[in-house]
Structures are given as structure tokens and as C-alpha cells.
């Protein structure tokens, strides 16, 4: 009896030490057939690759033609006002229907109190962006300065190659080719996790390129605008690249229209020569390949659609203003780096100022303060309030006199800048009064001229009706003017609507 169960022991013990052996057998063939599969595949993908950049090659050697690009499209030619009208003092007349605001009791030999809110200290922001660590740590180093992060790249050294002195189709082309034989994979796919670690948009993420040429290229611009041209190609965007006797242009296709940016059309298809370091070009006339890299289809999308900063080396500007007897003193918080990542921005249209987020660093401590401003009070002196606040505490002078080109400026730039004008003004203050009132707000583009218009629940004086609603005109750029006040030499002018999302 112990001996037969002896033996099951011994029976069971073996089927048991078997049978993981079998399982692992077999998971290895599994494996290895897996591998052999994707080494197959990645075969097969490598042989496309070299096949497409071979075609490619063969393509940029002999397509070319010789095109203007066009100056860029100018806004509005109609000029601005060189100095803000001031309205006449008018009696406020609040509706009975709102809250009416508390008496203000001031003696005549007094000044009236600073009303200062407490400044807001910003808290840490959960999407605030930060760069990865790159895993595999193989090839050339390069580390870019990105708006005041720093960030790192490894890169495959044939990446770095030389280039004729003497530019022509077959220099680009003989380029294209020894750039096509690099290991760029891994390049690639360091570019995409910082792009998504930075929370960057499609100009954001053609910048950071950029960056990365200038590193590997410190001294060959035309080398930079190569290298970018094949990354961005590499990774799906419709670039392409100009040239003249002695200067490479980076050309690309935008969802937006660009402003004062030259261009080209081909297949009814704007192609910009954007500019990635701050250079002004003016092309004229250059030469380009007609067609483009097969898959790569993307165009930039210029929407400033995330308010993440770092967070790092914020300033502050204190502004000043008065509003129904009392003094004010708001603290506006800026981060320069960002403000420096705005400036890259081509000029755009208002729209997108209009619906472009505002950075934490800047809105957190301006919206709470302003908050506490107009607590308690009705829907009109609330927005008269914001309307007091960027009419006088912003200083005012036309882009022209400022910058010595037209210059949209988004908000956290117009509290950056010492000058704003009548756009940048309506911005800023369509942004507050979204956020802090919740109102609809449209824009108002007159000739030379930029306002808004805002929907109360009881309009008074000027107005616009836009899809069925009455929305008051509010000019950020006419001094006192209150809600319902157009500019005088605009009051007999039909503005065009931009709306708001």
C-alpha cells in the first residue's frame, strides 16, 4: 500500500516537472517564430524604406523648376489710430433688474484707498511639461535649450553630412540620400515623446526640430533647414525645400492662412517659407521640386491649443487703473519663456488670438485677482470694470510704432510688451470676459481698427445683432468708454463679426 502510493508520488512528481518543460518549448518556437516575423517584416519594411528614398532621390535629381514666391498677405493696410480717443464722462445707468453695486462715499480732500487683491500664488499645474530621459543612450549627443528646458537627443552620427558650396539639384538630392541611409528610427521616436513630454503643437514640434539641426549644424543654416526638411518629411509633414544661389528655404503647407510669410501655390496648395530661427526672408525667386515624399500629408496646425509653462524665472508688472472712485493695482504674472515661444508665431488670423489659451503661469493670479474686483457686482459694471482695466492700465502705441511691422500679439504678450494696440487689447479682454463672466463676445474688425461686443442680458446703446442676439459693442481701445460706446469715427461703420469659440 505505501509502495503503490509511493510510486503515484514519484508518477505525479514527473508529469509535473514534464510538463513545464514542454510549455516552455514550446513558448520558445512561439517566440521564435514571432521574431522571425517581425524580422521579416521589419525586412520588408526596410527594403520600402530604401526603396521609396531611392525613388525619392532619383526624383529630386531632375524635378525642379524655377518659381516666385509671392510676398506674403498683409491684414489690413487701412491705418490705426495713433492715439486712443477718450470718451466724455457719462452717468452709469445700471438696470434695476441687477444687483446694484455699493455706494461709493469718498471726501473731497481724500484720496481714495488702492484697492490691491491679494497676488495668488500659482500652484503646481498637473500638466506642467517636463522632457523625458532617453532610454538608449547611443550615437552623437546633442542637448538644446528649448524656451528654458533643457533637452537631450541621440542621434545617429551619419545624420551629420557635408554639403556642395555650390547649391543645386543634385547637391540636395546627393543630401537627401546620405541622410536616408542614417539610423533615423530612433531619432524619430526621441522627437515624438518630447514633443508629447512638452505638450507641443505642430509649430511647437517643427521648432524643436529645428533646434535639434541648429545643434547638429551650428554653423551651416542651409544644412539646418536640409536636416529639417528630412525629419519633418520623415515624420509625416508635407515639408518641402527651396533654393536660391546661395540659401535653402524651408517650405510648408499651414491649415491657417499665414500673414506677411512668402509663398508658393501648387496644386491650389499655399506652401510658406516659415521661418524656424527669426530670419526675415524674402526670397524672390527660387527653385523646388514639384511633388512631395509619399506619406507625408500633414499640414501645420497653428492653434495654440494648451496653457501648460514651466513655471520657471516668472515676472511680474503691477498695473494701475481707476474705476468709480477707487484706485486699483493688479500684479500680472508673465513667463518669459513662453512669451519668447509666442514670438516665434508667424502672424496669424484673429481668430485664432481670439481662441488661443492663455498660460497658467499668467491667468491663475489675473483671473483671481480681477475675481475679487468684481465680486458683487452686476453683469454691465462688471464688464465695464474689465473694460477700465486694459483701456487704462495697458499703455497704448499702433505695432508700426512699437515693433515697425504690424504684430498681433496674444495675451500673455500684451502684458509682456510695454505697447499694445487695438487687437491686442480686444483679445485680452474678450479672454477675461469669458472666463471670469462666462458672457458670449464676438470680435469686431473695422478698417484699421479692432473691437468686440459682448451679449448682456440688457443691452444698452450700440450694438450688433449676430446669429439672433444683441451683443453690445465694448472698445477695449476707447478710454472710458463704457459697454454699448463705439469709436466715434467708427460709430457709422458695419463691422465684420469674428466669432469666438
Not at 45 to 72: I, P
Not at 350 to 372: C, H, I, M, R, W
Not at 374 to 393: D, H, K, P, W
Request: proline share 7%.
Amino acid at each position: 500500500m505505501a509502495f503503490r502510493l509511493y510510486i503515484k508520488i514519484i508518477f505525479s512528481t514527473s508529469a509535473l516537472l514534464s510538463a513545464p518543460v514542454i510549455a516552455i518549448s514550446d513558448f520558445e518556437a512561439w517566440k521564435m517564430q514571432q521574431q522571425q516575423g517581425m524580422q521579416q517584416q521589419k525586412s520588408e519594411f526596410q527594403q520600402y524604406r530604401d526603396a521609396r528614398d531611392r525613388e525619392f532621390t532619383d526624383f529630386l535629381k531632375q524635378q525642379w523648376k524655377d518659381v516666385s514666391l509671392l510676398h506674403g498677405f498683409v491684414r489690413d493696410e487701412n491705418p490705426k489710430p495713433v492715439v486712443m480717443p477718450v470718451a466724455k464722462p457719462e452717468p452709469v445707468k445700471v438696470p434695476v433688474t441687477q444687483p446694484l453695486p455699493k455706494p461709493i462715499i469718498t471726501e473731497p480732500d481724500i484720496t481714495p484707498a488702492i484697492v490691491k487683491p491679494e497676488p495668488v500664488v500659482i500652484p503646481p499645474q498637473p500638466d506642467k511639461p517636463a522632457p523625458v530621459t532617453v532610454e538608449i543612450q547611443k550615437g552623437s549627443r546633442a542637448r538644446i535649450d528649448f524656451f528654458g528646458t533643457g533637452v537631450s537627443f541621440y542621434y545617429d552620427p551619419k545624420l551629420k553630412q557635408s554639403l556642395s558650396a555650390r547649391l543645386n539639384e543634385t547637391a540636395v538630392s546627393n543630401f537627401w540620400s546620405e541622410l536616408s541611409r542614417a539610423d533615423y528610427e530612433p531619432l524619430l521616436s526621441q522627437l515624438d515623446k518630447q514633443a508629447d513630454a512638452l505638450l507641443l503643437n505642430d509649430w511647437g514640434y517643427a521648432l524643436l526640430v529645428h533646434k535639434l539641426s541648429a545643434a547638429i549644424y551650428p554653423s551651416s543654416s542651409n544644412r539646418q533647414a536640409l536636416l529639417t526638411w528630412f525629419i519633418l518629411t520623415k515624420a509625416g509633414y508635407r515639408s518641402r525645400i527651396a533654393y536660391s544661389e546661395n540659401k535653402v528655404y524651408l517650405l510648408m503647407p499651414s491649415r491657417h492662412q499665414l500673414y506677411d510669410t512668402p509663398f508658393f501655390t501648387f496644386d491650389n496648395q499655399r506652401y510658406y517659407a516659415v521661418s524656424l530661427d527669426g530670419t526675415i526672408h524674402k526670397p524672390g525667386r527660387v527653385y523646388t521640386y514639384d511633388g512631395h515624399y509619399p506619406g507625408a500629408d500633414r499640414k501645420l496646425d497653428m492653434r495654440l491649443d494648451n496653457k501648460a509653462t514651466q513655471g520657471e524665472h516668472v515676472n511680474t508688472r503691477n498695473l494701475r487703473f481707476e474705476f468709480a472712485g477707487n484706485d486699483y493695482e493688479i500684479d500680472v504674472a508673465y513667463e518669459k519663456s513662453r512669451v519668447d515661444f509666442l514670438n516665434t508665431y508667424p502672424q496669424l488670423d484673429l481668430e485664432l488670438y481670439f481662441d488661443s489659451k492663455v498660460g497658467n503661469t499668467t491667468a491663475s493670479p489675473l483671473l483671481d485677482q480681477l475675481s475679487v474686483a468684481i465680486e458683487g457686482m452686476g453683469e454691465q459694471e462688471a464688464v465695464n470694470f474689465l473694460l477700465r482695466f486694459v483701456q487704462t492700465s495697458l499703455k497704448y502705441k499702433t505695432d508700426e510704432r512699437q515693433f515697425g511691422q504690424e504684430n498681433y500679439l496674444f495675451p500673455e504678450e500684451t502684458i509682456y510688451y510695454p505697447y499694445s494696440d487695438c487687437e491686442d487689447r480686444s483679445v485680452l479682454f474678450a479672454w477675461l470676459v469669458r472666463r471670469l463672466l462666462g458672457l458670449e463676445v464676438v470680435g469686431l474688425s473695422y478698417p484699421g481698427h479692432v473691437a468686440t461686443a459682448v451679449h448682456l442680458k440688457q443691452s444698452t446703446g450700440d450694438y450688433i445683432v449676430h446669429e439672433g442676439k444683441r451683443f453690445s459693442v465694448a472698445d477695449p481701445t476707447y478710454v472710458n468708454a463704457r459697454a454699448g460706446m463705439t469709436m466715434p469715427e467708427y460709430r457709422n461703420t458695419r463691422p465684420d463679426v469674428i466669432r469666438i469659440q
